[in-house]
């Protein structure tokens, strides 16, 4: 099956007969449409995207005069009719496949129908609105009202909810680092943090990214503020805050580059064996997997990397998966984007402390990839249009075989 877009004149030489124009806002174009393609004056015809081209007023356009719907290479799709959150569970024997989202998108409405459908995604995690800077910034003034929008989603989804996260160098708040806190203010300020973030989402929460990204590439501590002044303790005062808080939910630590064997997966599973033998409530490791297209581990190397995590009586999640390429995309890079998304999903689903696995959103429309690496992106299974790729085959096949 091929990802076409008809050009506009393609579409009208499809119709027999000339048909009135569009008024203004009207759609003139688009993937199946037989209506008008043409613009009442005083608007343009432009397009938005493979399924829709709308009749702008002149002003709305930038100017733009012409009439012609752009017009792509052919890129392939994906063909599986199979949902991945139950194709997850049932053939994964996973708890979940989800999606990150966040809250400026939830006013498109498109979008949202495909993310509230629990038969593709069975759990979401919020992309940043349960972060520091969003829910605490100001000292002592918590703001939950956009976390809770997604928690409400998740719940009316009847989606399991990944709160993310307590402790982040990144997306902190300038009093925290600006503040000139000594060892036992920024102890007690840590403490307030995550008991009341973790306490109010409590009972609506599967897990929380309580740590996120405390190493280094090298395996080294990330220096910032708390690390700075604390050193590795402070993972034990946000995981021992965060238990008592909320007791039933899972808590992770959360990095990136940990997929296979390396200083930074040592450095992780150090950690967590010095937390285990100390007590300190650990539940999980929260595995990225930002990953690069044609560059991902070999499934042997990454189910013995997470086997040497479960080894230490954790669970494993695979939290904000992306394979982005070099743009553009090409049927190629697709077909390897498909091959990567599944052994990645083929290695969680050989792993039984795997418990799901989470996509850093679902659609390219959203992604973060393009905004921080330039000149890359594609790095989901569903394209700007909202219309699966052929890495969502890959992802049905990773559960199913
Ligand atoms: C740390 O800061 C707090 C608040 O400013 C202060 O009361 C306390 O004495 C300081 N502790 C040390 C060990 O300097």
């Known amino acids: 099956m091929l990802r076409i877009s008809v050009s506009l004149a393609a579409v009208l030489a499809l119709l027999p007969t000339a048909i009135a124009q569009s008024d203004v806002w009207g759609q003139c174009g688009g993937q199946e449409w037989l209506g008008p393609t043409t613009c009442v004056s005083g608007s343009v015809c432009t397009f938005q995207n493979s399924f829709y081209s709308q009749c702008l007023p002149n002003a709305a356009t930038g100017g733009a005069t012409t009439t012609t719907a752009t017009t792509v290479a052919s890129l392939p799709t994906g063909t599986s009719t199979a949902k991945t959150n139950t194709v997850a569970k049932t053939l994964g024997g996973k708890l979940y496949f989800g999606s990150a989202t966040d ?33 605490e910034p100001s000292q002592g003034t918590f703001t939950f009202a956009a976390g809770d929008v997604i928690a409400a989603l998740a719940k009316n989804n009847g989606q399991l909810l990944r709160g993310h996260n307590c402790v982040w160098y990144n997306q902190l708040a300038s009093w925290v680092t600006a503040g000139n806190f000594n060892a036992t203010a920024l102890t007690s300020i840590l403490q307030t943090h995550c008991s009341t973030v973790v306490s109010h989402y409590a009972g609506q929460v599967y897990s929380w990214d309580v740590v996120n990204e405390p190493f280094n590439d090298d395996g080294t501590v990330r220096a910032f503020v708390f690390s700075n002044a604390l050193g590795l303790a402070y993972v034990t005062t946000a995981l021992v805050a965060a238990r008592a808080a909320d007791p039933k939910a899972k808590l992770y630590i959360n990095d990136y580059n940990i997929d296979s064997a390396g200083a930074k997966a040592t450095a992780m599973i150090n950690l967590v064996t010095s937390l285990k033998a100390a007590g300190t409530p650990i539940d999980g490791v929260g595995i990225q997997g930002h990953l690069i297209v044609g560059e991902v581990p070999s499934k042997a190397a990454l189910v013995a990397n997470y ?86 085959d890959g992802i049905i096949a990773g559960f199913t075989n």
């Open 103 to 135: 809250n400026p998108e939830l006013t498109d409405t498109a979008y949202v129908a495909t993310l509230s459908d629990n038969t593709l995604f069975g759990q979401i995690t919020p992309g940043n609105s349960m972060k520091w800077d969003a829910t």
């Open 307 to 392: 086997e040497a995590f479960t080894a230490l009586g954790v669970e494993i999640a695979i939290t904000e998966l992306d394979i982005r390429m070099t743009l553009p995309e090409t049927p190629a890079l697709l077909a390897q984007q498909q091959t990567d998304y599944q052994t990645v999903i083929s290695a969680c689903k050989a792993v039984a402390g795997c418990v799901g696995v989470t996509i850093w959103d679902y659609t390219d429309k959203y992604s973060w990839i393009p905004g921080v690496f330039s000149g890359q992106g594609a790095a989901l299974p569903w394209d700007d249009n909202l219309v699966r790729k052929p890495a969502y």
